[in-house]
């Protein structure tokens, strides 16, 4: 019969893969049988209540044994014996190994990037991996993060997540996928690094990228500056990066010490470190010249310049009468991160700059 056949396909192959439906039905059937047994064996000392059967048959399955409660005739130890005793210790091994076996498949899910990040907020998302290089680019982000966020990694080419301690992986097929950016937790992600194996993979990532988090900061490294300046005239709130190594040596060689600048500016282990940040709304709109003084004299912080927030330029040689309101991103040189909730902007209301 066809619906005999499919039912016992659909048994045996429930039974061969031991699921949790499977032996939970096999504990209660098992269970159920002992205690209907024991009824029959007059084991009243057992069955007098649920309680006193559900607590003898769940010692004697774990094996702790306490030995307050046992059978106390013949055929019932009989019974123990050849029934309840192998019966109810196999269906707990098993129970154990699957759980075990489960937890450890859960991680090594994740292990393999297959997990789901997709309840994750105010995180970074890096695209793409090349080795020593996504190595150290990763090592600098986490030294550069002060509050150790844990960050992800999609990535098309890898078996498993290369720095398991550090950061969560997440596996792609293509680096052009949404669906792979929403895993990851794109809705809730602060910012987007891509850097593909190619300038054309970095454009696709990129633009997957967008589609997926909107609200995040996208940055992408690109060899050629050509494919840098399309995507920004695609969308000018991605900031595309390429090599400046030519223009640096060029400094280097007019200005001797360029390069030793831009190392300490932009380097997370040196000090005089250049960062950003961004003037709480809230603050009351000040001359940079004030601002300047003010944030030196309160804080340690050298102002180097503002960002447009509508056009997205920045003046590093701001007129000293140019207005700062909130919302505006300032860049500075620091020893390390501030904080902008640390700084008592309204403390620089009103002072005149000397």
Known sequence: ???????????????????????IAAFIVHALISYGVFVHAGEEGLTDSF???????????TTVGYGDLSPSSGEG????????????????????GKAVADIGGFWRRRLNGLGDYRLRANHTIIVGWQGGRSRHLLTMMMDDCPDAERM???????????????????????????????????AGARAVVVRGDSDDDTLAATLAAKAAAPNAHVVAYFDDERSAELITRHDSSVEAISSIAIELMVRASRDPGASRLA?????????????????????????YMTL?????????????????????????????????????????????????????????EGVVAA
């Open 1 to 23: 019969m066809p619906v005999i056949k499919n039912v016992w396909q659909r048994v045996y192959i429930a039974v061969a893969t031991l699921s949790w439906f499977v032996l």
């Open 51 to 61: 309680l006193t059967f559900a607590y003898y048959y769940v010692t004697t399955a």
């Open 77 to 96: 130890r009989l019974i123990a014996l050849l029934f309840v005793l192998p019966g109810s210790i196999a269906l707990f091994t098993a129970f154990l």
């Open 152 to 186: 992800v990694l999609i990535a098309p080419d890898l078996e498993e997540n290369p720095l398991p301690e550090q950061l969560d992986f997440v596996r792609a097929e293509s680096l052009s996928s949404v669906a792979t950016y929403e895993r990851a937790g794109s």
């Open 263 to 287: 190392n300490l500016m932009f380097s997370s282990h040196t000090q005089d470190t250049a960062f950003s940040m961004q003037i709480p709304n809230d603050a009351p709109t000040l001359p």
């Open 292 to 348: 300047l003084q003010g944030l030196k004299r309160s804080h340690d912080l050298m102002l180097l310049g503002v960002c447009d927030t509508k056009t997205g330029d920045v003046d590093l040689n701001c007129d000293l009468e140019t207005l700062l309101a909130g919302g505006q991103t300032i860049f500075y040189l620091a020893d390390k991160r501030a904080d902008p909730s640390d700084i008592n902007w309204g403390a620089f």
